[in-house]
């Protein structure tokens, strides 16, 4: 599973990335890749990306401030700005803009 973080941590900030993808690399199920994911963090696969993305875009916010919201969005491996915007909101209950 070592393998598997190391390429999530590699690669959430590009937003083709996939569980496909970790699968395909990594040799393993998607079903099996989501309970090893599960029990070692407590959140799906999915989730467990998110969160990486949302708690650099929070790094972000703090220290680059010459990065837009766009920018940040872009950069942690969001297609869309206003998506993050929102979910940014919905998990730290500010949006990101606050942060800056």
């Known amino acids: 599973m070592k393998y ?3 390429l999530i941590d590699q ?3 590009n937003d083709d990335f996939t569980i496909q993808d ?3 690399n990594a040799g393993i199920s998607r079903m ?3 309970r090893k994911i599960k029990k070692r963090s407590g959140k ?4 467990y990306i998110r969160d990486l993305r949302l708690e650099k875009a929070m790094d972000l916010l703090i220290n680059d401030p010459d990065l837009n919201i766009a920018e940040i969005a872009f950069v942690v491996g969001f297609k869309d700005p206003n998506y993050f915007t929102r979910l940014f909101k919905e998990v730290y209950g500010k ?3 606050s942060f800056q």
Do not use: A, D, G
């Not at 799906?44 to 989730?47: A, D, R």
């Open 11 to 13: 690669n959430f900030m």
């Open 4 to 6: 598997v973080f190391e």
């Open 22 to 24: 970790i699968c395909e």
């Open 32 to 34: 099996n890749l989501h």
């Open 44 to 47: 799906s696969t999915s989730k």
């Open 95 to 97: 949006p990101p803009s």
